[in-house]
C-alpha cells in the first residue's frame, strides 16, 4: 500500500473502504479471459474445453491424464475463472486458458492455427462459442456412461464425432428413434478404468483376504425432477443392513451434486457418518471429490443408483445392485442390455437384503452377463488398448 | 410459493398448443415474434410462444393480449413449460442461442429453426444447426450456404418454404401494370450528395411520373422539396420505412443506391436500378443481389439509355431466376408453412 493509501485509510476508512470496494468491482468486471499459460509458440492441436464452473475439474480428471500420455500438444480451455485456477492449481505443466466469451475465443484461438480438434466432457450452453469455428473437429467425450436421458439426445448431432465407450452407447442413440446419421461414433473404451480393469481379475469373494467391502455411491437429485433417482433418502436403511453382518467394511461417496435441488440433503454427509458410528458399522463416508476409481479398486460389492457409476463399478467386476425408484417412471436412454441383465434392481431395503443374501451365499447367478456388459457397455479390450490414446495422436496426423 | 422464473398461466388448456415458437435473444425477441406470429395464426393451428426473458415477455403480452405466451428463465422451467403442453408436436427456433440446448434434449419433439427477417443473410451458418431436426429454409441459395459451410449436415432436413412474410406482395405483383410511379431509396452515407445530384437530373426526365423518394438523410429534405417546387415535380418524400413495401407495389421500378441493394427488393417484380458512383469498382461491391438482374447506371444519360428501353425489361428472366434462388418465390406462393 502506497503512503497516500495508508494515510487515506487512518484518516478517512470510509472513503478508503469505499474505494478499495471499487477498484476490486472495476477489477473483476475487467477479467475476461487468462492466456498467461498460453505458449503462442506451441503448436497446439487440441482443445479439451470445460464450459462448467464447480463441476469442470471432475470432468477435466477423467481425461486429462490421457491427453498428457498421448503427448498431443494440448491446451485445456476454461469459461469460468473458479474452474481456471482449480484446473490451473491441479495441472501446473498443462496449459490452462480462461476465455469468458465469444469475443475472446474467437480472437485467441484464431492465433492457433495448427489447431485440429475440440473435446467437450460436457454438453454446456457455452460450447456454441467453439462450435462456430467450422474448421475444426468437435468430439464429444462426456464425461461417464449412464442410462440416463440426458446421455442420449438431439444435441449430441452438433458435434462431428463422438468418442463412447463402446456399443451402448451407440445403441442407445439407435434406440431413441431419431436420426443421428451425421454423428460419428469412434469407440474408444474408458480410458480411466484400465487401472481397475487390470486389478480386478481375481475372483470377487476372495479379494482382500475375504472381506466384503461395500461401496454406496449415491447419485443427486438430477437437473431435472425426470432424472431424480437418488437412493440417498433410504442410505439409512443400508447401514442398518449391515450392521449384523460380519467381516465387512462400508464406504459411501455421494456425488459431489446432492443437496443441489434438495437442500435437506446438504449435511447428509455428517448425517450417514453419526449414525453408522451409532450402529457400529465400520464405514467411512468420503469427500465428495474422491475420485471413485480410487474406491472401486478397494471393493467387492457395489450398491448404486442409475448413473454412470454402474458402468463404472462394472470395472470392478463384482456384484453391483442398482437402485430403481417405484414412484417414478424411469426414462432411460435405453442400450440393448438392461440393468437387470447384470445388476440385482431392487426398489425397497427389502428387496435389496433378499438379493444380497442370495449372492452373499454364492449365487451370483449374474456373473455371466456382468462379463458380457464389461465388453459391451465398456469396451474393455479397447480399453486395455488404450485406444482413445491411439485415436488422439491419429488427430494429430489428421489433415482436417 | 410462484417462481419468478416462470409464467404458464397463459397456456390454453381447451386448445392445447401443438407446435410453440421459441426466441431466446433477449433484444430481438419482441421483433422475432412479431415477424413470425401473423404466419402462425393463419395456420390456424394451435400454438404457443415461449421467451426467456421477462421483458420480451411482458412486451409481448401487451402486444399480443390474445395468445399463449410463456415464459421460462432456467432449465428446470423449460422442462415445466414442456411437461404443461402434453400435445406439443414441433418447437420453431427463430434464434439459435445457447439457450436453445434446454429444449434441444426433448427428443420426442421436432424441432425446426425457422430464423428471423435476415437470417437468409446470415454469414456465420456453423455446426451448432445440427442440433435441429429440419431448417426450414426460403430457397434453395440457403441450402447452398449450409452445405458450403459445414460440409456434413447428416440428418439435416431442408424443406423449401419461401418466405411467407412476402407472400401478399407476391401475389398483388404477379401481373404488373404500368403506373408512371417509380421509387428512389437513398441512404445517409456521404454516397447520397453524389447520389442525388445525378438524380437531380434524371429526376428532371420523369416529369410524367410520381416519384417516391424514401430518404435517410433529412439535410437534403429541404433542397428537394424546393428542386420539386421549382421544377413543377410530383416527388413524395417518406422517411418511415414501412411504407417503402407501399410505395414499392405500385411502382414501374425502383431506383437504388449500394447500400439499399436488399434481397426484398426483389419481391415487387420490378426493374431494380442501381447507381454505381464512378469512381466506385462496381466488381468489388458485395451486393445482396446478383449485378445480372440489375439494371446499372453513374450518370444521367446511362439511366436515359436504360429508362428508354424499360419497357422491354430485359433482364426480368434472370431476375425472376434470381427470385426464385434466393425468395423461393414459387414456394413462398405454392407451398404450405405448415404441413398439417
Not at chain 1, 335 to 360: A, G, H, P
Not at chain 1, 381 to 400: P, S, V, Y
Amino acid at each position: 500500500m502506497t503512503f497516500m493509501g495508508l494515510k487515506k485509510m487512518l484518516l478517512h476508512p470510509k472513503i478508503f473502504l469505499r474505494d478499495y470496494r471499487n477498484k476490486n468491482k472495476s477489477k473483476k468486471k475487467t477479467q475476461s479471459s487468462n492466456i498467461s499459460q498460453i505458449n503462442f509458440l506451441t503448436p497446439f492441436t487440441h482443445i479439451l474445453h470445460t464450459g462448467e464452473g464447480q463441476h469442470a475439474i471432475s470432468h477435466i480428471d477423467l481425461w486429462i491424464p490421457y491427453f498428457i500420455e498421448s503427448k498431443v500438444d494440448f491446451l485445456v480451455l476454461t469459461r469460468n475463472m473458479m474452474a481456471f485456477n482449480t484446473i490451473s492449481k491441479k495441472y501446473p505443466l498443462v496449459s490452462v486458458a480462461f476465455l469468458k466469451g465469444e469475443k475472446e475465443i474467437e480472437s485467441t484461438l484464431s492465433k492457433l492455427i495448427f489447431l485440429k480438434a475440440c473435446f467437450y466432457p460436457s454438453n454446456t450452453g457455452n460450447n456454441l462459442h467453439l462450435l462456430k469455428l467450422n474448421d475444426l473437429k468437435h468430439v464429444f467425450l462426456g464425461h461417464g456412461d449412464s442410462d440416463k436421458t440426458a446421455s442420449a439426445h438431439k444435441y449430441f448431432r452438433v458435434y462431428d464425432e463422438n468418442w463412447v465407450a463402446s456399443d451402448a452407447h451407440i445403441d442407445r442413440f439407435r434406440n431413441e428413434g431419431f436420426d443421428f446419421s451425421g454423428l460419428k461414433s469412434v469407440k474408444v473404451g474408458r480410458p480411466n478404468l484400465l487401472q481397475i480393469l487390470e486389478n480386478s481379475t481375481d475372483k470377487w469373494r476372495e479379494r482382500f483376504d475375504a472381506q466384503i467391502n461395500f461401496l454406496y455411491l449415491s447419485t443427486w437429485e438430477g437437473v431435472y425432477s425426470e432424472q431424480n433417482y437418488t437412493s440417498v433418502y433410504m442410505a439409512t436403511d443400508f447401514i442398518k443392513l449391515l450392521k449384523d453382518m460380519e467381516n465387512i467394511k462400508l464406504r459411501i461417496k455421494l456425488h459431489p451434486r446432492v443437496g443441489s435441488r434438495d437442500l435437506s440433503l446438504l449435511n447428509t454427509s455428517s448425517r450417514l457418518k453419526s449414525f453408522s458410528e451409532e450402529n457400529s458399522v465400520d464405514c467411512t463416508v468420503y469427500e465428495r471429490d474422491k475420485p471413485v476409481d480410487e474406491l472401486i479398486i478397494k471393493s467387492n460389492i457395489f450398491i448404486c443408483d442409475i448413473s454412470a457409476v454402474v458402468s463404472e463399478c462394472l470395472a470392478g467386476n463384482a456384484p453391483i445392485f442398482v437402485y430403481i425408484p417405484k414412484d417414478k417412471e424411469i426414462k432411460l436412454s435405453q442400450s440393448n442390455m438392461k440393468f437387470e441383465e447384470y445388476t440385482y434392481t431392487f426398489s425397497s431395503i427389502d428387496e435389496l437384503s433378499e438379493k444380497l443374501t442370495v449372492v452373499l451365499d454364492g449365487n451370483d447367478y449374474l456373473q455371466g452377463n456382468r462379463e458380457k456388459a464389461m465388453e459391451y457397455i465398456l469396451g474393455k479390450d479397447a480399453t486395455l488398448n488404450q485406444k482413445f490414446i491411439d485415436e488422439l495422436i491419429a488427430i494429430e496426423k489428421e489433415e482436417i | 410459493m410462484i417462481s419468478k422464473n416462470i409464467n404458464i398461466s397463459r397456456i390454453d388448456k381447451s386448445n392445447p398448443a401443438k407446435i410453440m415458437l421459441h426466441s431466446a435473444d433477449e433484444k430481438l425477441t419482441v421483433g422475432h415474434i412479431s415477424y413470425w406470429i401473423e404466419v402462425f395464426i393463419e395456420s390456424n393451428i394451435h400454438f404457443s410462444i415461449l421467451t426467456r426473458d421477462i421483458r420480451s415477455y411482458q412486451k409481448l403480452v401487451e402486444l399480443f393480449p390474445k395468445y399463449s405466451i410463456l415464459y421460462a428463465k432456467m432449465p428446470i422451467d423449460v422442462e415445466s413449460v414442456i411437461t404443461a403442453q402434453e400435445s406439443l408436436e414441433s418447437i420453431f427456433y427463430t434464434s439459435n442461442m445457447a439457450k436453445n440446448i434446454h429444449l434441444l434434449r426433448f427428443n420426442h419433439l421436432t424441432h425446426i429453426f425457422i430464423g428471423s427477417e435476415n437470417s437468409d443473410q446470415l454469414s456465420k451458418i456453423n455446426k451448432s444447426y445440427r442440433a435441429y431436426d429440419e431448417i426450414y429454409v426460403s430457397s434453395q441459395s440457403q441450402i447452398e450456404k449450409f452445405k458450403t459451410s459445414i460440409g456434413n449436415t447428416g440428418h439435416l432436413k431442408f424443406p423449401i418454404k419461401g418466405k411467407s412474410q412476402l407472400k401478399s406482395i407476391f401475389s398483388k405483383t404477379l401481373n404488373k401494370e404500368i403506373s408512371t410511379r417509380a421509387l428512389f431509396l437513398a441512404n445517409k452515407t456521404n454516397v447520397s450528395s453524389s447520389f442525388l445530384l445525378v438524380i437531380g437530373k434524371v429526376l428532371l426526365e420523369l416529369k410524367e411520373y410520381a416519384l417516391y423518394l424514401y430518404l435517410e438523410n433529412t439535410l437534403y429534405t429541404k433542397n428537394i422539396t424546393q428542386f420539386s417546387i421549382d421544377n413543377l415535380l410530383d416527388i413524395n418524400i417518406f422517411k418511415d420505412k414501412e411504407l417503402l413495401s407501399h410505395f414499392a407495389i405500385d411502382s414501374d421500378f425502383i431506383v437504388v443506391d449500394t447500400d439499399h441493394v436488399k434481397v426484398s427488393l426483389l419481391s415487387y417484380n420490378i426493374p431494380i436500378l442501381l447507381y454505381v458512383p464512378k469512381e466506385k469498382d462496381i466488381e468489388d461491391m458485395e451486393l445482396d443481389i446478383p449485378l445480372t438482374a440489375l439494371y446499372t447506371f453513374s450518370n444521367h444519360q446511362e439511366f436515359l439509355t436504360i429508362f428508354k428501353t424499360l419497357k422491354e425489361d430485359r433482364l426480368k428472366e434472370e431476375r425472376d431466376k434470381v427470385t426464385e434462388y434466393l425468395l423461393g418465390k414459387r414456394e413462398t406462393l405454392e407451398t404450405a408453412f405448415f404441413e398439417v
